[in-house]
């Protein structure tokens, strides 16, 4: 077929969602209210809405039709064994567990694998570290709310934005078994692989570097979650850009890629478009007590093992979204619009992360050079870019990464990003545009833009409550 300059979605748009224009002034006085915090906006009040591209966007025609055939059964219904199969058929995984969403399975996993390796192995839990290529913000939360210290063993061309590179979500293999051997592998209850990488701008991480952690993991015998919500896109960037898998289909790469984990984590709400949901699975009998162990935590946290947090509906509907999610037009389209959307903007001038998968990342650090980290550049981006163009963004910087729990001081992100989040089937080209051109304007006055201070600072998780003003 001939190569088009555009390409259009390959998909049609037959619900309307109207939105609201905002004046400048209307989104001054709302940013202010607001804290200087997006987070904190009415969506009413947004017009192209970056925050997430969780459960925000469309659904297929066929999730939606099988929603009707959702059996209500409070144990054992048919939508549960559909689940399950499209599991089994998919990732390989002979055990599911439904849950709310991703952290609903965080909550469940992370404790049970904690107490299985103080009772096999004599774990410290003064002692405890867990690794992964980035921890996820609720991952990093549950695995510290629990004790553990968290160790993320990135690359080092992850975060840097002046470097292209494949496999910018790749762990660093050698800082990961460094890191075993320091701690001694008896204090490591998990591994978690995280594909793509979100917090590295949503970056692939290579089959070939999956099956290394892998190896890794099996020398000390300690097990593996694959962090999974964006599992499409990161077979996709495989099929694209490892040479042994071009031409491997997406349903092969990812059969193959979760040979390399033993528990599989999901929250379902991105590649497997649904707006609620997430999966805990196990591929084999290797993990047979987690798995009965978190069954018995489900029943506590999420509801009874075989619906979890999801009504039948629900789980029908994801048994869909998860084949419908690694069509192969639909994951060119895709990530074709955030390369689109990032060569737009750095044709403006506008520094960005490498093009990944759900998202565009801005170099907010790169962009606003007069703000020091500690008084957010990302964040101070963000709320300009609101009262320019009603667009909400979120900042993936030092404002999220928070304080040093110990000393109590402000910790220096690698990077300060902005992050511009693609909802799936939501937004057209058109709206690409009109985000270049927003940032445009922004640029205009970059250097007056001013640094945040907060006025409000919770103790934990304070990117998604606090409030902040200019300094
Ligand atoms: N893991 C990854 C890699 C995620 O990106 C998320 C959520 C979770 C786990 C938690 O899942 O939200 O269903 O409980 N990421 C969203 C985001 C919120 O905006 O990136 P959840």
Redesign the pocket.
């Known amino acids: 077929m001939h190569k088009f300059k555009h390409l259009p979605e390959p998909f049609r748009i037959r619900v309307i969602e109207p939105v609201k224009r905002t004046t400048r002034e209307h989104r001054e006085t709302a940013i202010l209210n607001a804290g200087m915090n997006p987070f904190l906006l009415d969506s009413e009040d947004v017009f192209i809405d970056l925050?997430?591209?969780?459960g925000t966007g469309a659904i297929t025609q066929n999730m939606q039709a099988a929603m009707f055939r959702g059996d209500e059964a409070y144990s054992g219904s048919r939508s549960y064994y559909k689940l399950a199969d499209a599991v089994k058929n998919i990732f390989g995984y002979q055990y599911t567990i439904p849950t709310h969403?991703?952290?609903?399975a965080?909550q469940i996993y992370i404790p049970v694998l904690i107490r299985k390796r103080e009772k096999d192995k004599g774990l410290k839990k003064d002692k405890m570290v867990v690794f992964s290529n980035y921890f996820?913000d609720?991952?990093q939360g549950h695995s510290q709310v629990n004790g553990c210290t968290v160790n993320n063993v990135y690359t080092k061309e992850a975060f840097d934005t002046g470097i292209n590179s494949d496999f910018k979500g790749n762990f660093d293999i050698e800082k990961l078994e460094q890191g075993i051997k320091d701690v001694g592998p008896e204090n490591v209850p998990y591994i978690v692989s995280?594909i793509t990488c979100?917090s590295a701008g949503g970056q692939p991480v290579s089959l070939n570097n999956l099956k290394e952690v892998y190896k890794i993991a099996q020398k000390y015998d300690i097990p593996v979650v694959m962090?999974s919500?964006?599992f499409a896109e990161n077979a996709y960037f495989i099929q694209q850009r490892e040479k042994e898998y071009k031409d491997w289909t997406i349903e092969q790469i990812t059969f193959e890629s979760y040979k390399y984990a033993d528990i599989l984590?999901m929250?379902?709400?991105?590649d497997a478009m649904v707006p609620m949901g997430?999966l805990l699975c196990f591929k084999n009998d290797d993990y047979f007590d987690v798995y009965t162990d978190c069954r018995t935590l489900c029943v506590l946290q999420e509801g009874f093992p075989t619906y979890g947090g999801l009504e039948g509906g629900a789980m029908e509907r994801l048994a869909v979204g998860l084949y419908d999610g690694m069509n192969q037009d639909w994951l060119s389209y895709r990530i074709t619009q955030i390369e689109y959307l990032v060569s737009g903007l750095e044709s403006v001038g506008v520094v960005c992360q490498q093009a990944g998968g759900h998202a565009a990342f801005v170099d907010a650090g790169k962009l606003l050079p007069h703000i020091p980290a500690e008084q957010f550049p990302a964040q101070a981006l963000a709320c300009e870019l609101y009262k320019v163009g009603g667009i909400r963004a979120?900042e993936i910087g030092s404002f999220l990464l928070g304080r040093d729990p110990k000393t109590g001081k402000q910790l220096k992100s690698p990077a300060e990003l902005l992050r511009l989040?693609i909802s799936r089937a939501t937004y057209t080209q058109t709206h690409m545009d009109f985000i270049i051109e927003a940032f445009e304007e922004v640029k205009k006055n970059a250097s007056k833009i001013r640094g945040l201070t907060f006025t409000y600072e919770p103790a934990v998780l304070r990117h998604f409550t606090a409030k902040l003003k200019e300094v």
């Open positions: 925050l997430t591209d969780s969403q991703g952290r609903g965080e996820f609720t991952t995280t979100n962090d919500a964006r984590a929250s379902a709400k991105k997430g979120v989040t």
